[in-house]
């Protein structure tokens, strides 16, 4: 039903039209179904004022519940400009211009006041008191039935996540999207993965945490220009960015195969309550342990948590040399002297508080590397010599291994009851001896669960189990062999990330200097495990500043 307009004051001409169409989804938009109709009821409608339609202006595929609208803003500033080509808009309905009662309200006064009037072809128009009143109550509908239909699309959304079904119109790096059935004319879709993506993010994860061969593990920029240079782009053609590559290297869904639904409002980007997200299964891409190293390295990596001079400077053994007198930083200065410069370890404790904190020392920067590194590599990278650094370690957790063997038993002698049980059970049912009623199945599915929570726990115990048996004689002397290439061979960044992965902490003195490290954390590296962050002295190795050993310090150190 359409209603009549009144007439626009006419100044001798016919008046200039512009039509503003619209649909709210690209759906919409691809099926040219709602548009050409606007189109034809509006042209008519001009046609039958003896208007001219001079321009239009379609909006495919977005919402009038704001402004956000770029061909939306585009009319605004031609009909505010003095060479407009149109004297009135045209719009199908009120909710084709705006879903937001007052925003419409204003946006259609400040248009009058530049001439330009707004007409509904469906809907009653005018500057009559009774239809301005009847034209705000119809864009306060319009926006709570806008409101409405968000709530149940949502509400829709939801239980098609809680089935298992993929959302999202575009997969995520890694996936595409298969149809997984349909229901009516409604197509359900899952995600499965995408080989060739799949293994371009395998490959980010595997830059970042091992490097490509050449140097250590890259940085999140650092992996954004490695991949940029050697031609890998986004689904779109685009190059990686940092942002988008940090939120690739956070992502747990690519681990845990559960993806997030709804747990950021798509509008206003807010964080949903955590206890309505629902995670969607997806075949997982990586390793959990692999993430789980990426997230270590990421926090410690992190500018609030470790200074980005420690990570990404050229220095060698900053972020790990500290004054042994006052605890501060030893960090980098410089001095030129006949044209010739000299760079050393001061003190910043000295430095930035005075003499009266710390007397302060300063060591050649050469002299220091060189030092540490070929220390490190006497002292600690000499196989026989780490294996019996472990060996109390191993000691140890032999002793916990005989434990839990002894419990792995117990839970094998668990699993067979409860499964011969249950073959039992399932026995008496097929010759008839019970029936299956309602106790019977509440019986059964207990067994069920209990056994499926043994076998849970054994296969838990296995994995651990694996770990820890890692570290062995061959996996050391492979260890020790590529330290030793990585320390002579490597550039700055790579010597300094696995200096950094086997040392936490090396204190300089006026006669020695020490080296401080954790064998839990040597072992969890040389087992291919993340290694924990601490601070624990697990083995100090001591040398005069003049680079011999001190055999009555090594001495003392020896491990029992």
């Not at 668990?414 to 008496?428: F, I, T, W």
């Amino acid at each position: 039903m359409s209603f009549k307009s009144p007439p626009i004051p006419n100044d001798g001409g016919p008046r200039r039209a512009a039509l503003y169409l619209r649909v709210s989804t690209g759906r919409q938009a691809a099926g040219d179904v709602s548009i050409p109709s606007q189109r034809d009821l509006n042209q008519r409608y001009c046609d039958a004022h003896g208007w001219i339609v001079t321009t239009e202006f379609v909006e495919p595929g977005a919402s009038a519940t704001d402004d956000r609208r770029p061909v939306f803003q585009r009319m605004l500033e031609e009909a505010a400009s003095p060479d407009r080509r149109f004297d009135v808009i045209c719009v199908h309905a009120f909710s084709r211009f705006y879903r937001n009662g007052a925003e419409m309200e204003l946006t259609i006064r400040r248009l009058r006041k530049l001439g330009v009037e707004v007409i509904s072809v469906t809907q009653p128009t005018g500057d009559d008191p009774s239809q301005e009143l009847m034209r705000q109550i119809i864009g306060v509908f319009d926006e709570y039935t806008s409101r409405e239909n968000g709530k149940n699309v949502i509400r829709s959304m939801r239980e098609s996540a809680k089935q298992g079904f993929w959302n999202g119109a575009r997969a995520p790096l890694g996936y595409r999207i298969i149809e997984s059935e349909r229901r009516g004319s409604k197509i359900k879709k899952r995600l499965d993965i995408d080989p060739v993506e799949a293994e371009t993010l395998r490959l980010i994860f595997r830059l970042y945490t091992e490097g490509d061969g050449h140097s250590g593990p890259l940085g999140v920029k650092d992996t954004c220009k490695w991949l940029n240079s050697h031609g890998y782009r986004t689904r779109l053609g685009s190059t990686f960015g940092v942002g988008p590559l940090h939120k690739i290297l956070t992502n747990a869904g690519y681990a845990t195969g559960k993806w997030p639904f709804g747990k950021r409002d798509s509008r206003t980007g807010q964080l949903h309550d955590p206890s309505l997200v629902i995670y969607v299964p997806v075949p997982p891409l990586i390793p959990l342990g692999l993430f789980e190293r990426v997230q270590a390295r990421l926090a410690m990596n992190n500018p609030r948590v470790t200074p980005p001079r420690v990570v990404n400077g050229p220095t060698l053994l900053t972020g790990l040399a500290t004054c042994a007198s006052c605890g501060a930083s030893m960090t980098r200065t410089g001095t030129t002297r006949r044209q010739k410069s000299y760079t050393y370890y001061s003190c910043s404790g000295c430095h930035r508080k005075g003499k009266s904190v710390c007397k302060g020392r300063h060591v050649p920067m050469p002299k220091l590397d060189k030092l540490v590194l070929q220390n490190v590599k006497e002292q600690l990278l000499a196989p026989e010599r780490l294996a019996g650094i472990l060996e109390a370690l191993m000691d140890q957790r032999s002793q916990k291994d005989q434990a839990v063997a002894d419990r792995c038993k117990g839970l094998q002698s668990e699993l067979s009851e409860k499964k011969d049980k249950l073959a039992r059970l399932y026995r008496a049912i097929e010759d008839g001896v019970v029936d299956l009623d309602a106790d019977l199945k509440e019986r059964i599915q207990t067994l069920k669960n209990e056994r499926d929570i043994i076998q849970v726990t054994l296969d838990r115990i296995e994995t651990q189990g694996r770990q820890s048996s890692n570290v062995t004689p061959e996996r050391i002397e492979a260890f020790t062999r590529l330290m030793r290439e990585k320390l002579d061979t490597g550039d700055t960044q790579a010597r300094k990330a696995y200096l950094r992965s086997v040392i936490s902490r090396i204190e300089v003195d006026d006669q020695k200097i020490s080296i401080i490290g954790e064998k839990a954390t040597i072992a969890d590296v040389i087992a291919g495990r993340q290694a924990q962050a601490g601070n624990v002295r697990g083995f100090v190795r001591k040398w005069r500043d003049l680079g011999e050993s001190n055999p009555s310090l090594l001495r003392e150190r020896q491990p029992s």
